[in-house]
């Protein structure tokens, strides 16, 4: 009778995906977001600096309208930052999630 062996070992058992094409479907919504401050921004510029408004208001209004969209663009690329983690992070789960840890114990003939 031979001697008892054992080893262990990784196996991936499911082949690996990339789910990355998924950033896009949860990007879409982020860019019609910024269509849509765009346009509004390029309509409130039109309004205010291309005939020449001036004044207090028409001041705080320029100010306001620069400080939004810098906050709405920030609030787009800092959602942006997180789907790319997100779906990152969903990648390694699942490539982990496929993998097997197995033992394998045999009798090792070869000892006697």
């Not at 663009?73 to 999630?97: H, P, S, W, Y």
Request: charged share 35%.
């Amino acid at each position: 009778m031979g001697q008892k062996r054992t080893f262990q070992a990784t196996e991936q058992l499911i082949p690996n995906k990339d789910y990355s094409d998924k950033k896009k479907a949860l990007k879409t919504p982020i860019d019609g977001i910024r269509e849509n401050d765009e346009r509004f921004f390029s309509y409130v510029s039109k309004i205010i600096i291309s005939e020449d408004q001036k004044g207090k208001i028409i001041d705080a209004m320029k100010k306001e309208t620069t400080s939004r969209m810098n906050h709405d663009e920030g609030l787009c690329e800092d959602v942006t930052r997180k789907i790319n983690k997100a779906v990152n992070t969903f990648n390694e789960q699942v490539a982990e999630m496929k993998k097997q840890r197995i033992s394998v114990t045999y009798e090792d003939h070869n000892m006697e």
